[in-house]
């Protein structure tokens, strides 16, 4: 039974506390599949920051919010945390309906530590709910101290920025945009509170690329399906494996009909299961390239990062620099519907306009397509993100030469 909670605003002022984690999202475009105890070397390999730079767009378009008709009792709003990377850095400049206090400074060193000193901190200045940005680690971080404070887990509700590699947990915004909008709402006493999952990988397995994902908590979170992207599912069931088997004879018929075909492999275990099919060992977690016929064979290029992945597909040009063809298969995340932006941020902003998204091509199987009226995607580009919006469909493959248009979800 789902618990709910209908919050009842009587003040004007309200105070929300923020929770950045610097080092969250570092290693997504590196292909790490998790940044715990890497970020120094995500750093020296050329990683720039992602859940600072995703705090400040929900910031930004909160304080538009704020100052919209949307605002309709005057909501002003008091934004309390560290000085810092871990909080000030990414406000926007000041306005007159949100604000930033400071009660405490940033550490040289960030880490699990500071984090949950950060959220003991916060609720001692009285925040009535904690906006923050970054993974599946930092979730379970701040549900972690909020269940050590007595009641605490219950009572402040989290609005998760999405910032991390890998998000599956339920208290993540779909978009930083989402999170403004459900901050907003929060505080105009629009949305319940309900009970979610706190969910998060097993690292080290995952690392050996094994998926486990594990529950280890439950937290508080606006109750808005629209906006909030709902915890991962693992949908697929051993019985779909003909229907697998189908949709990988199609991507074969692909291959033998174009011998000069690129293929791009998304993550996750039905593409994998496909690769099986079509004799092709591919990485659970990473992105692999199928490349063109060549000297009578097809090299596969596993488990490739960004910088590779645009390396590798800017080669597939003819004598006059126009592409060649190319396909970028992705299934969507179950449960969430997510096909960009949860898990494959090595599929950068740049590496999908290379690409072209009119070549890509959703893979779902039966399992997958219940209940799945749309897909999410979320590129980090606000502009690329509009392009798909203008698209408004995109192709799902769902059997042997059997595909259907699916609605692109409104942002």
């Not at 995703?54 to 100052?67: D, F, P, T």
């Not at 404070?149 to 991390?164: R, Y």
């Not at 902003?349 to 219940?370: S, W």
Request: charged residues 25%; contains cysteine.
């Amino acid at each position: 039974m789902q618990v709910f909670l209908k919050v009842k605003r009587l003040v004007e002022l309200m105070r929300i506390g923020i929770v950045v984690n610097p080092d969250a999202g570092l290693g997504g475009r590196l292909g790490f599949k998790g940044s715990d105890g890497r970020a120094a070397e995500a750093r020296a390999a050329g990683a720039e920051d992602r859940a600072g730079p995703r705090m400040n767009q929900a910031l930004e378009a909160l304080k538009s919010l704020l100052s919209g008709s949307l605002n309709r009792a005057n909501v002003e709003l008091e934004c309390i945390g560290w000085k810092g990377r871990m909080g000030e850095t990414w406000m926007p400049s000041h306005h007159e309906k949100m604000s930033f206090t400071s009660i405490g400074e940033t550490p040289t060193e960030t880490s699990v530590t500071e984090t949950s000193q950060l959220v003991k901190d916060l609720i001692d200045s009285g925040a009535e709910a904690i906006l923050y940005a970054g993974g599946d680690g930092t979730t379970r971080d701040i549900a972690n101290t909020l269940a050590s404070i007595s009641n605490k887990a219950q009572e402040i509700p989290l609005i998760g920025v999405p910032g991390g590699v890998k998000m599956h947990s339920g208290c993540f915004a779909t978009t930083p945009k989402a999170a403004a909008e459900v901050t907003l709402a929060f505080l105009l006493g629009d949305l319940r509170c309900a009970i979610t999952e706190v969910m998060d990988l097993d690292e080290e397995i995952y690392q050996e690329g094994v998926w486990k994902v594990r529950m280890y908590g439950e937290a508080w979170t606006p109750s808005s399906p629209r906006f909030m992207q709902g915890a991962k599912e693992q949908v697929e069931r051993t019985s779909e494996a003909d229907t697998i088997e189908g949709l990988a004879q199609h991507v074969k018929s692909l291959l033998a009909s174009e011998e000069d075909l690129l293929i791009i492999w998304g993550s996750g275990g039905t593409l994998r299961r496909m690769g099986d099919f079509c004799g092709e060992e591919l990485t659970l977690l990473g992105i692999d390239i199928l490349g063109p016929v060549q000297n009578g064979k097809r090299e596969l290029y596993s488990d490739l990062n960004e910088q590779q992945l645009l390396e590798t597909i800017a080669l597939h040009v003819d004598e006059k620099g126009d592409p060649r063809p190319r396909v970028l298969l992705l299934s969507p995340m179950g449960g969430q519907g997510f096909l960009i932006g949860r898990g494959n941020l090595q599929l950068s902003p740049d590496v999908l306009r290379m690409v072209g998204i009119d070549n890509i091509l959703g893979v779902a199987t039966p399992a997958k397509l219940i209940g799945l009226n749309a897909v999410r995607i979320d590129t980090s580009d606000v502009e690329l993100d509009q392009v798909f919006q203008k698209k408004r469909f995109i192709k799902i493959l769902q059997g042997f030469r059997t595909t259907r248009l699916i609605r692109i979800e409104e942002a």
